[in-house]
């Protein structure tokens, strides 16, 4: 299995509140993707990195920021969580990038917005 | 309408059956395309890549028909360890924005 880990794996948060989602690899893999699973939808892309401070917007990018300081940590944060966000987010990394090669995902983090 | 579109399921078939999935994608320009496997609370794997021509591995065929748009996932044999649920992704050309259907769950039942 690819070395991805996401943390926390599981936070209830409450509307208002700022939250941060860890993404750490251990593969050096160029590209990382953070997306949403939500019932319906299939997974939805938010914003993903090309590269060390190198990011780019995804379908449904709003209300979401990303950084990525160095290669192996990509973040994603709630600026201002909301009920909407609640969702399970997934982490994912990519050698060359996804037209080319597969992503490997990460376990996932369940998010719950009250 | 959504850019990929598949059967939600239920399909609920018994060990051996065969079973076919399709999936269909709105954008024209899309290049790339893949079908990943998502068991139950956990993360999506890659399945297979889908090539113009057609592939196969082991039980699972792969078929992609450009003029029509769509896409299409053959198991034949069916094992209880495929019960899972089947992502259809397509890429446009040198582009990140992975698209991905909501998924069509399979159960395979003894």
């Known amino acids: 299995d690819a070395g991805i880990t996401q943390s926390p794996r599981h936070k209830v948060t409450e509307t208002g509140t700022p939250v941060t989602l860890r993404c750490h690899q251990t593969e050096n893999h160029r590209y990382m993707y953070w997306y949403r699973q939500d019932p319906g939808h299939g997974l939805r892309l938010i914003h993903y990195s090309y590269g060390v401070k190198d990011t780019d917007k995804g379908e449904v990018s709003d209300g979401y920021s990303v950084s990525r300081s160095k290669t192996e940590d990509f973040l994603l944060t709630l600026e201002s969580a909301t009920s909407s966000q609640t969702s399970v987010y997934f982490c994912a990394i990519s050698e060359l990038g996804s037209s080319y090669n597969e992503q490997f995902f990460g376990p996932g983090t369940r998010l719950t917005v009250l | 309408r959504k850019e990929v579109e598949q059967d939600p399921g239920p399909f609920n078939v018994p060990e051996g059956a065969t079973v076919a999935f399709n999936c269909t994608y709105s954008?024209?320009?899309?290049?790339?395309f893949f079908w990943y496997r998502q068991d139950c609370r956990k993360e999506p794997k890659l399945l297979m890549s889908v090539y113009s021509s057609g592939n196969e591995d082991g039980r699972f065929t792969a078929q992609l028909n450009r003029a029509s748009q769509y896409i299409s996932l053959l198991i034949r044999d069916s094992k209880l360890s495929d019960s899972a649920t089947y992502l259809c992704v397509v890429t446009p050309w040198n582009n990140n924005d992975m698209r991905f259907g909501a998924g069509t769950r399979l159960t395979v039942k003894p």
């Open positions: 954008n024209s320009a899309s290049q790339s």
